[in-house]
Structures are given as structure tokens and as C-alpha cells.
């Protein structure tokens, strides 16, 4: 099957790399994938690498990461919810069950005073983490004398980032030289995603969509008997279909903070919502990700196109450091939104997944899987003397495939690798001139 006939049956949900249990199953397994983007970064566990061809050694490492764990990015995370409760509280109107979910919430808010979006310490622990596993994986590329550069955006949680893993690899290397810097100049390729492109899913069919799955997936009445004594007061004064989310999403940050096992269980939020909501709520949550950063019909299939610019640094970097002939490890630090859309745009395994049915996305598409708390892009070069570079794909150190041949997949030769890339960048420029020229 040749490369661009794979490319579409990918494009279009035709073909799926790789099999996945059943969504609500995973779900089950382990309810804090239910937090989407917020996931924290679950430590791998069990993975067998496929080895390189006869002679090949790893010599070079390119990565993007986004930040760790974190506390809520915006202070609404927290107030929304914490206010809508507090007025009903004087009010009368909170049942014990509400009344423990307000001192709960109150006590959520107080942990993030003044920290609102900063890394916890299971952020930086993540982080070491990738930097051990890093050098315990591919030991050859910091043997002797090799030179790390790292790049981070100036937003705080990035910076910290940056910092925790690049000291575990200094500490596990002292030898090896070091260059940090967190500056806007690297803002373009770091953090850009094209507002050109914001309104294919700000708008239109997009939009649509997500209101009526949201209207699907939002069930609150039994939440709010639950909390509320008094049902007018809940029908006049309550949001329903918004503090339901809010209160998911409180839920869902507990596991990123520096808890005692014994806080995180009195802290669990998710016990006030049933299974089935909980299944509905990430529904909703994943697709509105999947809307905003994936391939969809509802999008034209262009959104992902918005990390050209992170791709063709990727590439124009690896040039240089190739050329070199020196070990290296270049590392970059930035967020989510980059994270998501590249996955996609390079095809890794199904995540270029296309539907417009929102349940279809579910089983296919997982946020969770895609962009963790510290979820990291690595690409590994290997060399052999005589012989053309080669390179492999991780996703949260996971070994990805491409829909590109190569008698040595899970390997690529990078000449072959550039090109797919390449038609890949040529695709992006049609795309984003075609709205900026609007």
C-alpha cells in the first residue's frame, strides 16, 4: 500500500493502527483519565523497545514537552464553583453532601492561592522522571561529551519544567555541557498555534456540534438533588449545565497535587458522580479537545496544520545537529495545545483519526492518551557507520508508527522520514495561506 493512499484511509477513519480496548472500559480501569489534558503523567510501565537494526546506535535526541502537573491555569477553575455553592450555603439551600463538596472546593482553592497555574511537585517529578528514563534508554547519546540545549516558553510552569529535567540530566551527566533559555523570541515554533485557523472550530459546524453533544452528555439533575435541598433555588439561581463541568474539573486536578494518600482520598471529588457521568463528562471533554487540535470533517481536516511551524523547526534543528557529527540532545518545553495537533499532523499511530460522530471519537481518539501532564514528543536518531541515519517516534515514551514504509518500522530512515515531512510542510503553507490571505 503505497504512503498516500495510507495517508487517506488514516485521514478519513478507514484504518486504525492500533487496537484499543473499549472507551468506557479504559475509563473504568483508572477514572483519573477521565481529567483529558488533565491526566497526570502516568509512569510507563512495562514497555519493550523494538531494537534497531543490525549496528545502528542512538546519537542524537530531539524532544518537545509540554510542562508537568500543575494547578488549575485559570482562577474560575476554582471561584466558579466555590461561589455558586457559598451563595447557596447562605442560603440554606446545601444538603451535607453539598455543604462537604463547598469545604472540599474551599479547601482546593486555599492550596492554589497564588499559585494558579504552577507546577506541583509531581510536575517536577514527572519531569526528572523522562530525564532517568532518557539516559537509561539511550545511554550511548550521553556517553563522553555531549551538548544539551533546551528551550522553554517564558510561561513559569514551562520554565520549571525545563529546569527539573535538565538538572536530573546534568546530575546523572555531570560532564555533559548545558545551555537553558526561556525567552518570547522562541515563541513562533515553541507556542504558535495560527488564530487563522481558531475559527474553524470556534464557529460554524464546529461550535454546533459541541453544544448538541454537550446537551447529550450533561446530565445534572441527580448532581444537583444531590447537593441542592431545594429544587426552585437550583432552577433560579443554578447553572446546571455549567457547574456540573466545573465541578469534573476539580475533580480531575486532585491527582496533580502533592497529596498524602490519605488527603487524596478525602479530597476525591470523583465520588459524587456516577459511573455514567463520568463517562459522559470525558466524552464531552475529549471531543471538545478533539475539535479544537484533531483532524474533522467538521474542520475540513486542516487544524492541525497550526504546528508547521514546530515541525519545520524539529526538522531544520535535526539538520544542524546531524551535520554536526556530534552527540547532542536538543529539548523544548511548552503546552498541550502544540502537543496535540503535531501528534496528529504527523499521523502517529490513529490519532489522525477523522469523524463527525462524536462517540466514534471516543473510541478512536483519547486525549488522555495524547496529552498527559508532561506528555513529551522524542525523537530518536540512530547512526551506523557507512549507513543512511535513522529515526524513531516516541509519544510519552511510547514507540509510535507511521504511515510511511520502512522494512525497519517502528524505525525510519530520516531521509525518507524529512520527505514525509516535508509534503506534510507543503500541505500546512496551502492551508495557512489560504486564511491569512482572507
Same mark, same amino acid.
Given at each position: 500500500?503505497?504512503?498516500?493512499?495510507?495517508?487517506?484511509?488514516?485521514?478519513?477513519?478507514?484504518?486504525?493502527?492500533?487496537?484499543?480496548?473499549?472507551?468506557?472500559?479504559?475509563?473504568?480501569?483508572?477514572?483519573?483519565?477521565?481529567?483529558?489534558?488533565?491526566?497526570?503523567?502516568?509512569?510507563?510501565?512495562?514497555?519493550?523497545?523494538?531494537?534497531? &537494526?543490525?549496528? *545502528?546506535?542512538?546519537?542524537?535526541?530531539?524532544?518537545?514537552?509540554? +510542562?508537568?502537573?500543575?494547578?488549575?491555569?485559570?482562577?474560575?477553575?476554582?471561584?466558579? !464553583?466555590?461561589?455558586?455553592?457559598?451563595?447557596?450555603?447562605?442560603?440554606?439551600?446545601? =444538603?451535607?453532601?453539598?455543604?462537604?463538596?463547598?469545604?472540599?472546593?474551599?479547601?482546593?482553592?486555599?492550596?492554589?492561592?497564588?499559585?494558579? #497555574?504552577?507546577? =506541583?511537585?509531581?510536575?517536577?517529578?514527572?519531569?526528572?522522571?523522562?530525564?532517568?528514563?532518557?539516559?537509561?534508554?539511550? !545511554?550511548?547519546?550521553?556517553? #563522553? =561529551?555531549? @551538548?544539551?540545549?533546551?528551550? %522553554?516558553?517564558?510561561?513559569?510552569?514551562?520554565?520549571?519544567?525545563?529546569?527539573?529535567?535538565?538538572?536530573?540530566?546534568?546530575?546523572?551527566?555531570?560532564?555533559?555541557?548545558?545551555?537553558?533559555?526561556?525567552?518570547?523570541? $522562541?515563541?513562533?515554533?515553541?507556542? /504558535? +498555534?495560527?488564530?487563522?485557523?481558531?475559527?474553524?472550530?470556534?464557529? #460554524?459546524?464546529?461550535? @454546533?456540534?459541541?453544544?448538541?453533544?454537550?446537551?447529550?452528555?450533561?446530565? &445534572?439533575?441527580?448532581?444537583?438533588?444531590?447537593?441542592?435541598?431545594? !429544587?426552585?433555588?437550583?432552577?433560579?439561581?443554578?447553572?446546571?449545565?455549567?457547574?456540573?463541568? *466545573?465541578?469534573?474539573?476539580?475533580?480531575?486536578?486532585?491527582?496533580?497535587?502533592?497529596?498524602?494518600?490519605?488527603?487524596?482520598?478525602?479530597?476525591?471529588?470523583?465520588?459524587?458522580?456516577?459511573?455514567?457521568?463520568?463517562?459522559?463528562?470525558?466524552?464531552?471533554?475529549?471531543?471538545?479537545?478533539?475539535?479544537?487540535?484533531?483532524? %474533522?470533517?467538521?474542520?475540513? /481536516?486542516?487544524?492541525?496544520?497550526?504546528?508547521?511551524?514546530?515541525?519545520?523547526?524539529?526538522?531544520?534543528?535535526?539538520?544542524?545537529?546531524?551535520?554536526?557529527?556530534?552527540?547532542?540532545?536538543?529539548?523544548?518545553?511548552?503546552?498541550?495545545?502544540?502537543?496535540?495537533?503535531?501528534?496528529?499532523?504527523?499521523?502517529?499511530?490513529?490519532?489522525?483519526?477523522?469523524?463527525?460522530?462524536? $462517540?466514534?471519537?471516543?473510541? +478512536?481518539?483519547?486525549?488522555?492518551?495524547?496529552?498527559?501532564?508532561?506528555?513529551?514528543?522524542?525523537?530518536?536518531?540512530?547512526?551506523?557507520?557507512?549507513? !543512511?541515519?535513522?529515526?524513531?517516534?516516541?509519544?510519552?515514551?511510547?514507540?509510535?508508527?507511521? &504511515?510511511? $514504509?520502512?522494512? @525497519?518500522?517502528?524505525?525510519?530512515?530520516?531521509?525518507?522520514?524529512?520527505?514525509?515531512?516535508?509534503?506534510?510542510? +507543503?500541505?500546512?503553507?496551502?492551508?495557512?495561506?489560504?486564511?491569512?490571505?482572507?
Amino acid at each position: 500500500m503505497n504512503r498516500i493512499l495510507l495517508l487517506a484511509l488514516l485521514s478519513t477513519g478507514c484504518l486504525a493502527a492500533s487496537a484499543q480496548k473499549p472507551a468506557r472500559q479504559e475509563i473504568m480501569e483508572d477514572l483519573n483519565r477521565t481529567a483529558t489534558n488533565l491526566y497526570a503523567y502516568p509512569t510507563p510501565q512495562g514497555i519493550t523497545y523494538t531494537k534497531p &537494526p543490525r549496528g *545502528y546506535k542512538p546519537f542524537h535526541i530531539s524532544a518537545y514537552a509540554r +510542562h508537568g502537573s500543575r494547578f488549575h491555569a485559570s482562577a474560575d477553575k476554582y471561584t466558579y !464553583p466555590l461561589d455558586a455553592l457559598a451563595r447557596a450555603d447562605s442560603a440554606g439551600r446545601l =444538603t451535607p453532601l453539598g455543604r462537604e463538596v463547598l469545604l472540599t472546593i474551599d479547601t482546593l482553592y486555599r492550596m492554589a492561592h497564588k499559585r494558579i #497555574g504552577d507546577l =506541583t511537585q509531581v510536575g517536577a517529578d514527572q519531569h526528572r522522571g523522562i530525564a532517568r528514563r532518557m539516559v537509561r534508554n539511550y !545511554p550511548e547519546v550521553f556517553r #563522553g =561529551t555531549v @551538548h544539551v540545549e533546551a528551550r %522553554s516558553t517564558p510561561i513559569l510552569r514551562c520554565v520549571m519544567s525545563m529546569a527539573n529535567e535538565c538538572m536530573e540530566l546534568k546530575r546523572l551527566h555531570p560532564d555533559m555541557t548545558l545551555q537553558c533559555n526561556a525567552s518570547h523570541h $522562541d515563541y513562533d515554533y515553541l507556542n /504558535n +498555534h495560527d488564530s487563522c485557523l481558531a475559527h474553524l472550530y470556534a464557529q #460554524g459546524q464546529a461550535a @454546533h456540534s459541541f453544544r448538541e453533544y454537550s446537551r447529550r452528555t450533561v446530565h &445534572p439533575d441527580r448532581l444537583m438533588a444531590a447537593l441542592f435541598n431545594d !429544587p426552585q433555588y437550583v432552577s433560579e439561581h443554578v447553572n446546571q449545565q455549567e457547574l456540573m463541568p *466545573y465541578l469534573f474539573s476539580m475533580a480531575a486536578i486532585v491527582q496533580n497535587l502533592d497529596l498524602t494518600p490519605q488527603e487524596a482520598d478525602r479530597y476525591n471529588l470523583y465520588r459524587i458522580f456516577t459511573p455514567d457521568e463520568c463517562f459522559d463528562l470525558w466524552k464531552r471533554w475529549n471531543y471538545r479537545w478533539y475539535l479544537r487540535h484533531a483532524f %474533522s470533517p467538521l474542520t475540513h /481536516n486542516e487544524v492541525p496544520y497550526m504546528e508547521a511551524h514546530l515541525l519545520r523547526n524539529i526538522i531544520l534543528t535535526a539538520d544542524t545537529c546531524l551535520a554536526s557529527g556530534r552527540r547532542n540532545v536538543t529539548l523544548r518545553f511548552g503546552h498541550d495545545i502544540n502537543v496535540m495537533p503535531l501528534a496528529c499532523l504527523l499521523h502517529l499511530d490513529d490519532y489522525a483519526f477523522s469523524s463527525d460522530d462524536p $462517540d466514534a471519537v471516543a473510541e +478512536h481518539w483519547r486525549s488522555y492518551k495524547i496529552t498527559p501532564k508532561a506528555t513529551n514528543l522524542q525523537f530518536v536518531f540512530y547512526r551506523r557507520k557507512g549507513a !543512511p541515519d535513522m529515526v524513531k517516534v516516541l509519544l510519552n515514551e511510547e514507540e509510535m508508527r507511521m &504511515p510511511l $514504509d520502512s522494512p @525497519h518500522a517502528p524505525y525510519y530512515y530520516w531521509s525518507d522520514f524529512r520527505k514525509y515531512c516535508e509534503d506534510i510542510l +507543503h500541505k500546512a503553507d496551502e492551508v495557512l495561506h489560504k486564511y491569512q490571505s482572507r
